[in-house]
């Protein structure tokens, strides 16, 4: 099992390029089984969940290859249309097959994706939209069977509001099963992220007709066929993010080139209030925050446009390192804290209570061995071990994996003292 270790104190230096969006890339994966053409995606991240996807999309007939930053999706000709659990259970976005194999195929039966260390995440809403669309769903063995009438699913008024905010990975699985409907569909209370755009583009590039892209009504009159995705994967603005909170709190001075400036309004805003030294452009960031002294705005997580839940375990691990106390309300997770506890390991002070973070500041961190427990608190581990004294050992780096292409080379380019090692104790 691989860890991280690194060595704090030195503030990053120089330019770094933003690698694709995993989350964008995901859902354009699985949207290549609407199609009996082949697909390519370029510019994609060689990450674990996108070689996770791959591996399910194989199992279901359509064949994956990696060529340099290519991926390339070719049908095999085979309706296969049951998803295996032992690849299902690897990744809870693997439920994102669901809507493509139930429009292209009639059929799709897959393993419920469980919890996760987010606290339980239930699919309730895709279950109820591709309802709503027509189609006859069952629980049976811990799997998802959904069947289409004949014909072919007719379409229909789908609500996907939850909760606690639109369904992303929902609404681009109902979106998915919608563009191949015989009739209109509408969605309402839609996802507005600009992962979902970038899918209705990319769908519409092949032949699918869906109007409403950034809002929370989507329109999409069903269609015959669609073509090959072709295209490149956008940046990824959660390690835009990642990338610019390790920069500030170091006191670095770096350049974030193939940046989604844009998509990065709401941290962008909140580093500046915080006191952060930033210059724009349209599509790069440059961080001089040299001798900054950091302030501590209120954090409260939403969907987009709001802040990211995605970046609220980086901004803690950045908050240790302001004046004052900060405030961090979790809208999204409730439950997504368990990065506190690591972070107080390395000497932080942080009360978590009712949803909340406090973070008190500014503290000196001291390094230690810290245990990931998530995609985005391996990320504010490794932060927070960029400004600690000593060495900081993070452990169970295959979450950080997942997400983040090389990042310890990345952070090795700006300067930082971080390699990856064998964890001969475990976890």
């Given at each position: 099992?691989?860890?991280?270790?690194?060595?704090?104190?030195?503030?990053?230096?120089?330019?770094?390029?933003?690698?694709?969006?995993?989350?964008?890339?995901?859902?354009?994966?699985?949207?290549?089984?609407?199609?009996?053409?082949?697909?390519?995606?370029?510019?994609?991240?060689?990450?674990?969940?996108?070689?996770?996807?791959?591996?399910?999309?194989?199992?279901?007939?359509?064949?994956?290859?990696?060529?340099?930053?290519?991926?390339?999706?070719?049908?095999?000709?085979?309706?296969?249309?049951?998803?295996?659990?032992?690849?299902?259970?690897?990744?809870?976005?693997?439920?994102?097959?669901?809507?493509?194999?139930?429009?292209?195929?009639?059929?799709?039966?897959?393993?419920?994706?469980?919890?996760?260390?987010?606290?339980?995440?239930?699919?309730?809403?895709?279950?109820?939209?591709?309802?709503?669309?027509?189609?006859?769903?069952?629980?049976?063995?811990?799997?998802?069977?959904?069947?289409?009438?004949?014909?072919?699913?007719?379409?229909?008024?789908?609500?996907?509001?939850?909760?606690?905010?639109?369904?992303v990975l929902g609404t681009a699985n109902v979106l998915m099963a919608a563009t191949l409907a015989k009739g209109e569909s509408v969605l309402r209370g839609a996802a507005c992220?600009?992962?979902?755009?970038?899918?209705?583009?990319?769908?519409?590039?092949?032949?699918?007709?869906?109007?409403?892209?950034?809002?929370?009504?989507?329109?999409?009159?069903?269609?015959?066929?669609?073509?090959?995705?072709?295209?490149?994967?956008?940046?990824?603005?959660?390690?835009?993010?990642?990338?610019?909170?390790?920069?500030?709190?170091?006191?670095?001075?770096?350049?974030?080139?193939?940046?989604?400036?844009?998509?990065?309004?709401?941290?962008?805003?909140?580093?500046?209030?915080?006191?952060?030294?930033?210059?724009?452009?349209?599509?790069?960031?440059?961080?001089?925050?040299?001798?900054?002294?950091?302030?501590?705005?209120?954090?409260?997580?939403?969907?987009?446009?709001?802040?990211?839940?995605?970046?609220?375990a980086q901004w803690m691990a950045f908050a240790t390192q302001a004046e004052g106390t900060t405030l961090i309300r979790e809208g999204i997770y409730p439950e997504r804290f368990?990065?506190?506890?690591?972070?107080?390991?390395?000497?932080?002070?942080?009360?978590?209570?009712?949803?909340?973070?406090?973070?008190?500041?500014?503290?000196?961190?001291?390094?230690?061995?810290?245990?990931?427990?998530?995609?985005?608190?391996?990320?504010?581990?490794?932060?927070?071990?960029?400004?600690?004294?000593?060495?900081?050992?993070?452990?169970?780096?295959?979450?950080?994996?997942?997400?983040?292409?090389?990042?310890?080379?990345?952070?090795?380019?700006?300067?930082?003292?971080?390699?990856?090692?064998?964890?001969e104790m475990g976890p």
């Amino acid at each position: 099992m691989d860890c991280f270790e690194v060595i704090g104190g030195t503030p990053l230096q120089g330019e770094v390029e933003v690698a694709g969006s995993k989350n964008g890339t995901l859902p354009l994966m699985a949207a290549a089984l609407l199609s009996n053409e082949s697909s390519q995606l370029d510019g994609v991240p060689a990450l674990r969940d996108i070689h996770t996807l791959a591996e399910l999309l194989s199992s279901l007939g359509l064949n994956t290859r990696f060529v340099a930053q290519s991926l390339q999706l070719v049908p095999s000709g085979q309706d296969l249309w049951q998803a295996p659990y032992d690849l299902v259970r690897r990744m809870r976005a693997s439920v994102c097959v669901l809507g493509p194999l139930l429009a292209r195929t009639g059929h799709a039966s897959v393993p419920l994706p469980g919890g996760c260390v987010l606290g339980v995440r239930p699919i309730d809403l895709h279950l109820r939209g591709m309802e709503s669309l027509g189609a006859k769903v069952d629980l049976a063995e811990g799997c998802v069977l959904a069947t289409a009438p004949k014909g072919g699913l007719p379409g229909g008024e789908v609500d996907l509001s939850g909760p606690r905010g639109s369904t992303v990975l929902g609404t681009a699985n109902v979106l998915m099963a919608a563009t191949l409907a015989k009739g209109e569909s509408v969605l309402r209370g839609a996802a507005c992220e600009p992962e979902i755009v970038v899918l209705i583009d990319f769908l519409n590039s092949a032949g699918a007709q869906i109007e409403g892209g950034g809002t929370a009504t989507l329109r999409v009159q069903g269609v015959d066929e669609i073509h090959g995705l072709k295209g490149n994967v956008p940046p990824d603005r959660i390690e835009a993010g990642t990338l610019l909170l390790a920069a500030a709190m170091t006191r670095g001075h770096v350049k974030l080139t193939r940046c989604p400036v844009p998509q990065l309004q709401a941290l962008l805003d909140t580093l500046e209030l915080a006191g952060v030294p930033l210059e724009r452009g349209s599509d790069w960031v440059r961080v001089h925050a040299e001798g900054a002294i950091f302030r501590n705005p209120v954090i409260q997580t939403a969907p987009y446009p709001g802040y990211p839940t995605d970046l609220q375990a980086q901004w803690m691990a950045f908050a240790t390192q302001a004046e004052g106390t900060t405030l961090i309300r979790e809208g999204i997770y409730p439950e997504r804290f368990l990065h506190a506890a690591e972070l107080v390991r390395l000497g932080a002070q942080i009360e978590v209570s009712d949803g909340s973070a406090r973070v008190h500041g500014p503290t000196r961190l001291s390094g230690a061995p810290v245990l990931a427990s998530d995609l985005r608190a391996s990320a504010a581990l490794v932060l927070a071990g960029l400004v600690a004294e000593g060495k900081t050992v993070v452990k169970r780096v295959y979450h950080l994996d997942r997400g983040y292409e090389r990042l310890e080379e990345k952070l090795s380019s700006l300067g930082a003292s971080v390699r990856r090692v064998v964890d001969e104790m475990g976890p």
